[in-house]
Structures are given as C-alpha cells and as structure tokens.
C-alpha cells in the first residue's frame, strides 16, 4: 500500500512540475516587433554548427513559404545568396558578417533573418531512424539593429516501424535508412520546425502587412 | 504485441476524421508554390539537374497556374525568374520578370533596381 502512495506521490510531484512549467512560460514580448512593423524580410543563408554542409541551402528551401504566408515580402533567397557570392562572400559564415548598413543599402529590407543551424539529419536507433532539426532564428531590424523576435525551430520525425512485430520492425528500420538515403526527409523536417515556430500561437512571429484582413485579429 | 490502436477500427476512424478536420483548420494559403522550393533545393543539392532552362519552364508553369487559380505569384518567384532569364542572356524577359516583381511588391524595389541596373552595364559591355 505504501508502495503505491509513494508512486502517487512522484506522480503528482512530476504533474506539478509539469503544469508549473507550462504556467511559468512567459508571454512573448511583442514590443520591438510591434513598433518596427517590418514589411519585408532577407534571410542571409545559415551559418551551421553541423557536419552537413547541405544544411544551409536545404534549409533556404523550407524558409519562403511560412515567413511570406505569415504576410512578408520575403526576398528570393538565391538570388540573394547568388548576390553576395557575387560581392565576394562565398561561405555562410562570411555572409553573416555583413554590415547592417549595406543590407539597408543594397537590399532594401526592413529587417533581416539570421539563422543557425544547430542540428540536421538522421539518428540511427536499433528499431528506426530519426530525422531531427533544430535551428534558431533571429529577425533583426535592418535601421536599428534591434532583434524584434527570436525562436527556436525543431521538429523531430522517426520512420516508425509500422506493425508486424520485432521482426517485422527490424525490416521495416532496415528498408527506411535504405530509403532515407535517397529521400531525403530533411525539407520535410524543416518545413514543419520553421511552420510550428512561426506559426506557434504563443511566441510565434505576428502577421505581416500582407496577411489579408480578415485574418488579422 | 499489436498496438492497441489496430485492434480498434473505431479509433483508427477517428482519427483521421480529426486529423481531416484540424488539416480543414489550417487557413487557405495565400499563394500558389508550385515548384519554387523544390527548384532551390534541387539547385543546391543536385548541381547541374536544375539548369536556367529548366528552372525557367517550371517557373513560367507555375506563375501560369497561380493565374488559373486565382492567385497572387508568391513573393520572390518573379525576381527568381528574372535572375533565371538575365544567365540565359534573354534581357528584355529578365526586365519584364524584374518589373513584375517589383509591381507585385514595391517593397522589392531598391534590390530589383540594383539588379536591373547591373544586368543592364553588362548588356552594354557584352557581356551578357
């Protein structure tokens, strides 16, 4: 009997500390964003902290879509690199480095994305693989220099092993890293990291001049 | 061990009613994608299988189809087009591309005049 009151006992410690956690979350502030009211957005190419050195233009690919359907004008994201290797910044890390002042002046932009990748690609498991990608975004206003929001962009997805049992799943985790050589579930991954945080109802980004009015609250 | 879900039809049911129903939440995009991304990351990850020529073709489909449908070309597509044609030497449809763009979103202005005004010397040089 006591055994199992212990057991309640950890249980409602933990669910405090869970709700305790989901209370203490604070509300996104809103404030620089709000006053800076950026139209339009350049995302320079990523720096990466990662071994894959297609991370950085992979992710350019999954970026577009949600900034510009949150209602941005987000400019196109290689011709802009294509730009800066063209003005003699070949590596993501060099382009991270421009001035504010020449975005401003070359670009036109009203604010600028700054991404780094911090994880990307497949973790091998016994039974199934996981494909995980965290990357944090910054958005800094491009005149003042000030960040007007920030996130963390991470999505997980394992190639689960379906029904049929331990050997059926030993099969399964076999024929799925086969196929994820070849299909590359990485966009995917990164699509829906960059979706859940720009979109997060929390501390999501706040829609831009484009989203049409009915949407806007 | 089966998971419990499969031994319950009746669950496996709901869900994907539900799962239709929170997909049905999500709001109408604003415009049509069609190939773009998908261009970008063959661009980068496969070198040589998106060439200018083919990027074009995908393109021009797809600004062709968000016209069908109704909808605004995504920002970007029109300036990405542009850059597409000016590799290809063809500078009246690159401007053409690049003042659609801009019309589109005037936000692009200052980086598309930019361009348009580089394309433009090295037409003068010979060089494009």
Known sequence: MSFCYNHLKVLLIVSVVFISACATQEPYDYTALQESKPRSIVIIPPSNNTVEVNAPYIFLSTISRPLAEKGYYVFPVSVIDQFLKENGLQTPAEMNTIPLDKIGQHIGADAVLYVSIDSWGQKYQILASTTIVTSKLKLVDVKTGMTLWEATAHAEKSSDSGGGGLAGALVAAVVTQVMGSMMDQTPQVSRMANNLAINDGKRGLLNGPYTPLELKK | ?128
């Open chain 2, 1 to 128: 061990m089966t998971p419990s879900i499969v031994r319950h039809p009746k669950a496996v049911f709901l869900t994907i009613v539900l799962a239709t129903l929170l997909a049905g939440c999500e709001a109408t995009p604003l415009y049509h994608w069609g190939e773009y991304e998908s261009l970008i990351y063959n661009a980068y990850t496969q070198p040589g299988s998106a060439d200018a020529n083919t990027q074009i073709e995908k393109l021009v489909a797809d600004i062709q189809k968000a016209d069908s449908l109704g909808k605004k070309v995504a920002p970007g597509i029109f300036a990405h087009l542009a850059y597409m044609y000016a590799i290809e030497g063809e500078v009246a449809k690159s401007n053409d591309a690049f003042v659609s763009e801009k019309s589109l979103y005037p936000e692009s202005a200052k980086f598309i005049d930019g361009m348009m005004a580089r394309a433009a010397a090295l037409y003068q040089a010979g060089d494009l």
